[in-house]
T-cell receptor
Framework: NAGVTQTPKFRVLKTGQSMTLLCAQD?????MYWYRQDPGMGLRLIHY???????AKGEVPDGYNVSRLKKQNFLLGLESAAPSQTSVYFC?????????FGEGSRLTVL | TQLLEQSPQFLSIQEGENLTVYCNSS?????LQWYRQEPGEGPVLLVT?????EVKKLKRLTFQFGDARKDSSLHITAAQPGDTGLYLC???????????FGTGTRLQVTL
């Protein structure tokens, strides 16, 4: 049982480049989330989805876009990467506060 | 604004010692979760508490939810090196479709 899988695990971008992080879950969860984790700031919610075809903004949505075309997949896009987006990104799925997380994607923007 | 504050931020103790980590807020939560995260991995859920005053035990770990559902504590008895990691509290409000995470407590247990 894979749980939550994120790709890629590491990526280095130059300022202004674009990229997409892919999250896949095999637990048939309706809810999926994208968080970023920075030193001393815990996990902050970027965007989330309460079901296929729906998305909503979290605490820090600026500079990111998301899509949930299929129930099992949740994509996070950066249209024009900035150094402030250097972070570790975590995808999660689950409900009622009980979330299952992927292993994270470490993104560096130069 | 950080809704959930954890203390201490860092804790380095020796094997066998006891410790308590605190998670405080001015907001009321419908439930509160504790997660543990190891380097290079995502957080893993340890426990969920939902009732004010609730106490849950998981082997050497004891979790308590405050009576007013605004705070929580995690107590570890006789810490072991395997307890090393980042401990995160997280609170859910309303429909619980979004979690707010605390700032985290990094614990190191040495031999």
């Amino acid at each position: 049982n894979a749980g939550v899988t994120q790709t890629p695990k590491f990526r280095v971008l130059k300022t202004g480049q674009s990229m997409t992080l892919l999250c896949a879950q095999d637990m048939n969860h309706e809810y999926m989330y994208w968080y970023r984790q920075d030193p001393g700031m815990g996990l902050r919610l970027i965007h989330y989805s309460v079901g296929e075809g729906t998305t909503a903004k979290g605490e820090v949505p600026d500079g990111y876009n998301v899509s949930r075309l299929k129930k099992q997949n949740f994509l996070l896009g950066l249209e024009s990467a900035a150094p402030s987006q250097t972070s570790v990104y975590f995808c999660a799925s689950g409900e009622g506060g009980e979330l299952f997380f992927g292993e994270g994607s470490r993104l560096t923007v130069l | 604004t950080q809704l959930l504050e954890q203390s201490p931020q860092f804790l380095s103790i020796q094997e066998g010692e006891n410790l308590t980590v605190y998670c405080n807020s001015s907001s009321v939560f419908s439930s509160l979760q504790w997660y543990r995260q190891e380097p290079g991995e995502g957080p893993v859920l340890l426990v969920t508490v939902v009732t004010g005053g609730e106490v849950k035990k998981l082997k050497r770990l004891t979790f308590q939810f405050g009576d007013a559902r605004k705070d929580s504590s995690l107590h570890i008895t006789a810490a072991q090196p395997g307890d090393t990691g980042l401990y995160l509290c997280a609170g859910a409000r309303g429909t619980a479709s979004k979690l707010t995470f605390g700032t985290g407590t990094r614990l190191q247990v040495t031999l």
